[in-house]
């Protein structure tokens, strides 16, 4: 195994069993994307979910559709070397096409500072005009770093992304979670007695759709545990 894949040997052997295991019931989905998601802060646990699903909400909004994803949330406290804070590393996929721009202008929008100072000005009931509210906006200057908090790669270039969303999986610094997979992945196995809002749901889904079976699957990989991803530890 290559040095660019050191990120997967690391993970303890009975881990990895978990990892694969759970990473071969996410492949059969049509991922689109493979998304790094950053703050520029050292961001609390709770904020940091709160941050991910208004994001997540304002694509769902914007696009009209359900966004699936998977998502991996770790950091590295500073017992464990230098510091990480919290972060996520997501797969994504809808019934249409996601635009990476706005995968990425929405992220910034977010998490920002500009984004921040703005979200403290409400909290304290400050409202900046004219050119107040456009100096406010302008806190980058030219010296700044370019924002790298999100990172949007294609998911056909990250094909252990599964692995790597998970890699934390059973660590005390790491969580994960996932939204749409019973939609997305009919594989999976549905209750017997829906109640009436999951049927609506999947009426919905299925209008979108367009048809009734699954044709939006990708084929069953055989690649769980077989490193093919350019991601770095």
């Known amino acids: 195994m290559s040095e660019k894949h050191l990120w997967y040997n690391l993970i303890p052997e009975r881990d990895r069993l978990v990892v694969d295991a759970a990473a071969k019931w996410f ?32 694509i769902e909004r914007t696009l009209r559709t359900q966004i699936c994803f998977v998502a991996g949330k770790e950091r590295k406290p500073r017992s464990h070397g230098m510091e990480v804070p919290w972060h996520f590393h997501l797969l994504v996929t809808s019934m249409v096409d996601i635009p990476k721009m706005l995968v990425e202008d929405t992220w910034r929008d977010l998490v920002s500072r500009p984004a921040r100072r703005r979200q403290e000005d409400d909290a304290a009931g400050v409202r900046l005009v004219g050119e107040d509210a456009l100096a406010s906006d302008n806190v980058l200057g030219d010296d700044d770093p370019e924002d790298d908090s999100v990172v949007v790669e294609s998911y056909k270039h990250n094909c252990l992304g599964p692995e ?29 007695f829906p109640n009436h809002t999951k049927n609506r749901t999947r009426a919905r889904f299925a209008t979108q759709q367009g048809e009734n079976r699954p044709a939006y699957l990708a084929p069953i990989s055989n690649t769980a545990g077989r490193p093919c991803s350019n991601r770095q530890a």
């Not at 059969?28 to 208004?54: C, G, M, Y």
């Not at 969580?175 to 997979?181: A, H």
């Open 164 to 192: 790597y969303c998970l890699k934390s999986i059973n660590d005390c610094n790491g969580d994960w979670s996932f939204r749409w997979l019973e939609l997305f992945n009919p594989r999976i196995k549905q209750t017997s």
């Open 27 to 58: 492949r059969p989905v049509a991922w689109q994307w493979f998304i790094t998601l950053t703050f520029p802060w050292n961001v609390r646990s709770e904020t940091a979910d709160a941050k991910l699903k208004e994001w997540l909400n304002i």
